[in-house]
């Protein structure tokens, strides 16, 4: 069962999954300039702070409940298919509410508690349907990761994560591109989220499809003899000192929080900086952040493929640190020619390619297969974290730097906060590398046996 064939029909199905979430989970960011318009003028009269409190939402149950970490466990324990099933429906549920609340007015403010702030009631809806969304779609990426180590050890792995990020990131560049026209044409914000619910209804029914496919896989890898070694049923809660006193896995974790935390943030926000720095039209700005994602979609199988056959995965992670770090050092300049943002956006794709077909084929390297799914979700809850934070703290960053009468931005600060992401990704990226050497993880060697 598992010839290229079958390998590259799960991933394909899989990728189409993960793809119409990822169109979900980014099909608000070019609507920051909508939704913050006034409701007399056809927006939801949303501010900069409540917009980046929506936007950290994602993270938020992941977070402050564990479920991200339980997710993991499931996933060990109970399987593939259970913590598939469970994923994709919690982001069709979460899609549902969070298009509900934008499709309806609201009356009211919300005061929450630690002096978090006040918000209305339709922003806190918005955030907990997202929140929910978020839940799934994290569970969804662990355990497509696991499905892929299951499928492609030995083979093609490194490129096979490579090509199901890139497939995936077309949903972020069709979002991108695409929903603030189709809400402009529509004539309300909540018709591209609505679209954004059918779309993760189909890839529910693409998930079903896959585990037809995997029970065939199971029974035949038992009858050969074969059967995946760790799975659920090997599972041991005690086996987690194996994750809490690795370096090198919490230096990848440390890494994924810090790059992640220069990437998707600053696409929430990418849009707008078009607009307000760098003069783009509102019918244009989402095209150049959307270079990003369009350019993932050949470079991580690219640098995959480079991984699997000739290795030196630590390097790309470093190298594509300082990338991160150099793209937003150059956005915090005071230069505000559009060129400037298409040569940053094309730099910042390349290492948005380099590190994630690195880093995530490096963890089964150093993890064992029986604890991979929780070590994964492990590192998705540290990147969640970020996810969570990070729009927050630059929504507030945002607030305090505009002009209270012309209402623009000053995103200095904004750009000074992520190139401080990418210099620490940097440390981290070395680190890792001198514990490669020290260790022998295997991380600088190819993937292809």
């Known amino acids: 069962m598992n010839n290229k064939l079958y390998r590259f ?22 609507l920051e300039p909508l939704l913050t318009l006034p409701v007399e003028q056809g927006g939801l009269g949303w501010s900069s702070d409540e917009y980046g409190f929506f936007s950290g939402s994602y993270g ?14 499931v996933l060990d324990r109970w399987g593939i298919r259970i913590a598939g099933v469970l994923s994709t429906g919690l982001m069709f549920v979460g899609a549902l509410v969070k298009w509900w609340a934008l499709s309806r007015a609201f009356d009211g403010i919300v005061e929450l508690p630690f002096g978090l702030g006040a918000y209305g009631l339709q922003v806190i809806w918005a955030s907990a349907g997202f929140a929910l969304f978020g839940v ?9 990761s696991k499905v892929i180590v299951k499928w492609f050890s030995g083979h093609e792995m490194a490129f096979a994560m490579g090509l199901q990020v890139a497939l995936a990131r077309i949903g972020t560049a069709v979002a991108l591109s695409f929903s603030l026209p189709f809400a402009q044409w529509l ?8 679209l954004g619910a059918v779309m993760l209804f189909i890839g529910m029914i693409f998930f079903l499809f896959y585990c037809i496919i995997d029970r065939a896989f199971d029974r035949d890898a038992a009858a050969a003899g074969t059967a995946e070694q760790g799975s659920g049923e090997t599972f041991r809660f005690s086996d987690l000192r194996l994750l809490l006193f690795n370096r090198g896995f919490w230096c990848i974790a440390l890494l994924c929080l810090m790059f992640y935390a220069g990437v998707f943030p600053f696409l929430k926000f990418a849009t707008r900086l078009m607009v307000v720095k760098y003069e783009v039209s509102d019918s244009l700005a989402g095209l150049i952040p959307a270079m990003l994602p369009f350019g993932t979609i050949f470079l991580t199988p690219f640098f995959g493929s480079l991984y699997d056959r000739y290795g030196r995965g630590a390097t790309l992670m470093l190298l594509g640190s300082v990338l991160l770090f150099l793209v937003h050092a150059a956005l915090a300049l005071p230069l505000c020619h559009w060129a400037l943002a298409i040569v940053m956006m094309t730099l910042l794709g390349i290492s948005f390619g380099m590190v994630p077909s690195a880093m995530w084929p490096s963890v089964p390297k150093i993890i064992p297969m029986k604890l ?16 969570a934070l990070v729009p927050v703290w630059i929504g507030k960053v945002n607030q305090r730097n505009t002009d209270a009468l012309t209402g623009t931005v000053d995103y ?34 190819r993937n292809i046996a």
């Open 9 to 30: 029909l799960t991933l394909g199905l899989l990728s189409a999954t993960m793809a119409f979430g990822y169109f979900f989970a980014d099909v608000m960011s070019p």
């Open 187 to 194: 004539g309300r914000a909540h018709h591209s989220v609505g």
């Open 136 to 144: 799934g779609c994290e569970i969804a990426g662990i355990t497509v």
């Open 60 to 73: 938020y149950f992941n977070v402050f409940l564990f479920l991200l970490f339980v997710g993991g466990v």
């Open 372 to 387: 991979l799914g929780t070590a994964y979700a492990l590192i998705f809850y540290i990147q969640n974290i970020g996810l």
């Open 412 to 445: 200095t600060e904004t750009m000074v906060v992520f190139a401080l992401f990418g210099l620490v990704a940097i440390i981290i990226s070395a680190v890792l590398l001198r514990e490669d050497r020290l260790r022998g993880y295997g991380l600088e060697q």
